[in-house]
């Protein structure tokens, strides 16, 4: 990903929140020669089993996912290869109106991170389990309402042997932080708080990222 200097992350810890954040990942993989690269939308997590600090590009850390297993994708992934995890976090559009000032150009603001890593597919039922208890524990966390999923358990196993999990050990990352930097600090401001009072959702969490910076 290209990232121009005044839109990197000031650290790693804008990374590791905004992936937390925003866990619905786009995981790309090269197909073969002729064929064009494979593209899935699934959720990830860290891999709650390694607990320790992220490096700053995030570097050595285990991001857990899965996808069914009919997926094309699935068969195409192999052990030992890489593969790209997206992550869109938020995002919104930036009308001139908000500068207050002409000449001007409208824009986009977003933050995105784009993770690259090793994959390694696990084939044992007991471990895909794991996987996809683990991810349920992590979302009903920060997203849901506490579900207790042990009666549920036995479902779970049913439809597990369709459920195709891997580990991802990530080599390295970039995140990109568009957040009206370019602009003069007074332009900025405006920009944030007109964010700020808007109703979208979208909105308010570009403006919460804008208030973070430096």
Not at 62 to 88: E, K
Not at 116 to 139: C, Y
Not at 147 to 168: C, H, N, Q
Request: glycine share 8%.
């Amino acid at each position: 990903m290209f990232v121009p200097s005044q839109y990197s992350e000031p650290d790693g810890s804008w990374m590791v929140d905004l992936l937390r954040s925003n866990p619905l990942a786009l995981m790309v993989s090269n197909g073969a020669a002729s064929a064009a690269p494979f593209a899935t939308h699934l959720p990830v997590i860290p891999d709650p089993d390694r607990t320790g600090e992220w490096s700053a590009d995030l570097s050595g850390a285990v991001l857990l996912g899965h996808m069914n297993r009919a997926n094309p994708h699935w068969r195409a992934l192999g052990d030992g290869g890489i593969s790209l995890l997206s992550f869109t976090g938020p995002h919104a559009y930036v009308s001139p109106t908000v500068y207050e000032v002409t000449p001007a150009a409208p824009t986009w603001n977003f933050t995105s991170v784009h993770v690259r890593g090793v994959v390694e597919k696990i084939d044992s039922t007991e471990e895909t389990l794991e996987v996809v208890q683990s991810t349920v524990r992590a979302f009903e966390a920060d997203f849901g309402a506490a579900w207790d999923m042990t009666e549920s358990l036995d479902y779970f196993r049913k439809i597990v042997p369709a459920v195709g999990a891997f580990r991802l050990t990530v080599s390295g990352a970039e995140g990109m932080f568009k957040l009206s930097q370019e602009q003069e600090p007074e332009v900025r401001d405006r920009v944030q708080r007109e964010f700020s009072r808007r109703e979208c959702g979208r909105h308010r969490e570009t403006a919460a990222f804008m208030r973070r910076l430096p």
